[in-house]
C-alpha cells in the first residue's frame, strides 16, 4: 500500500529561528530532508508550511508544497490539514518526517509505514532504540517509551520509567553506569506514520491531561484509546538539529562527508 510523506516545517525556532533555510553541506536543511524521503519508498512527498520563504525555497529544488495555517499547535495538526486539503481515504497512511533531521534514513520512514500495514490494529506507528546509560534514563530532554509483549505503546513519558527501584536507590552513585540488568529501557524516536482517520480524530480531542503535564502529544492518542505501534529502529538515527552546537556538529558531519552524528545523551 502506498504512503505519502509530509515534512512539517516552522520558521519560527526559539532557538534557532529559519531552521529549514539554514546550510549544512550547501544545501538547506530542509532540502536535505526533503531528498532522504524521496529516497525512501513513498509515493508522495510534501513540504508542509505556513511561510512563504520556505515555500519558494523548497519550490527551488523542485518540492511539493502545502501551504497551512499559521495557527497550528502541532505537527500533528498541521498533517491533517494536509491529508484533509489533498482528499486522502481515512484508512490512508501518512508518514510524519521531521524538518530539522537531515540524516533521516529512507528506513524508518519505510519501517513505520510498513508497520501500519502489518498491525490493522494500529492507528499510529512510531520507533524507538535501546538507552544504554543511566543518565538517558533520568534526562527529561529524552522521551522513553513502555510497550506490552505485543510492541504496543503502554506509554510514554519525561520521566524515569521503568523505574528500578532496587537499582537507583542512591541516584548519586549511578551517574556514568549502565541500566540495570533485566529491564529494557528505551527512548522514543519522533517519527510516526498514522491512518488518515486517526489525524482527522486527534484534532477533534481536546488536549488531554496528561499531554499538557507531559509536553508530548501522542499521550493524547493514549487517552482516547488509540493504538500505537512501537517498532525498534531498524537502523540508528542521527538525531535532529535543535539548537547552534547541534548545526555546527551536523555541519562538521558533511563536511568530513561521515554522514554520521553522535547523539547526546
Known amino acids: 500500500m502506498s ?6 516545517a516552522r520558521y519560527a525556532s526559539t532557538r534557532l529561528p529559519g531552521k529549514p533555510l539554514l546550510e549544512i553541506g550547501g544545501q538547506t ?43 497550528h499547535a502541532s505537527g500533528t495538526d498541521r498533517l491533517e490539514e494536509v491529508a484533509r ?13 521531521q524538518g530539522d533531521e537531515p540524516l533521516i534514513p529512507p528506513a524508518l520512514i519505510n519501517q513505520v509505514a510498513a508497520n501500519l500495514d502489518s498491525h490493522p490494529d494500529a492507528s499510529i506507528a512510531t520507533l524507538c532504540e ?85 509536553s508530548l502529544e501522542q499521550l493524547r492518542a493514549l487517552e482516547n484509546g488509540a493504538r500505537i505501534h512501537v517498532d525498534i529502529a531498524s537502523e540508528r538515527p542521527a538525531g535532529g538539529v535543535d539548537t547552534p552546537e547541534d548545526l555546527e556538529r551536523m555541519r562538521k558531519v558533511f563536511a568530513d562527508g561521515l554522514l554520521e552524528v553522535e547523539q547526546d545523551a
Open 29 to 71: 536543511m530542509i532540502e536535505h530532508v526533503y531528498n532522504r524521503a524521496c529516497e525512501s519508498g513513498a509515493a508522495r512527498v510534501i513540504v508542509a508550511t505556513d511561510d512563504e520563504r520556505i515555500a519558494s525555497a523548497a519550490e527551488t529544488f523542485g518540492a511539493e508544497v502545502a501551504m497551512t495555517a499559521a495557527d
Open 130 to 214: 535501546p538507552i544504554e546509560r543511566t543518565e538517558q534514563v533520568l534526562n527529561p530532554n529524552v522521551v522513553k517509551v513502555v510497550r506490552g509483549h505485543d510492541r504496543f505503546a503502554l506509554y510514554f513519558s519525561r520521566a524515569p520509567i521503568p523505574w528500578a527501584r532496587e537499582a537507583w536507590q542512591h541516584l548519586s552513585s549511578v551517574a556514568g553506569e549502565g541500566v540495570p540488568e533485566g529491564i529494557q529501557y528505551l527512548r522514543h524516536i519522533g517519527i510516526y506514520g498514522y491512518r488518515v482517520k486517526l489525524l482527522h480524530d486527534f484534532v477533534s480531542w481536546p488536549a488531554s491531561p496528561l499531554e499538557q503535564a507531559e
Open 85 to 97: 486539503k489533498l482528499g486522502l481515504g481515512p484508512e490512508e497512511r501518512v508518514v510524519n518526517v
Open 3 to 8: 504512503f505519502t510523506v509530509v515534512i512539517p
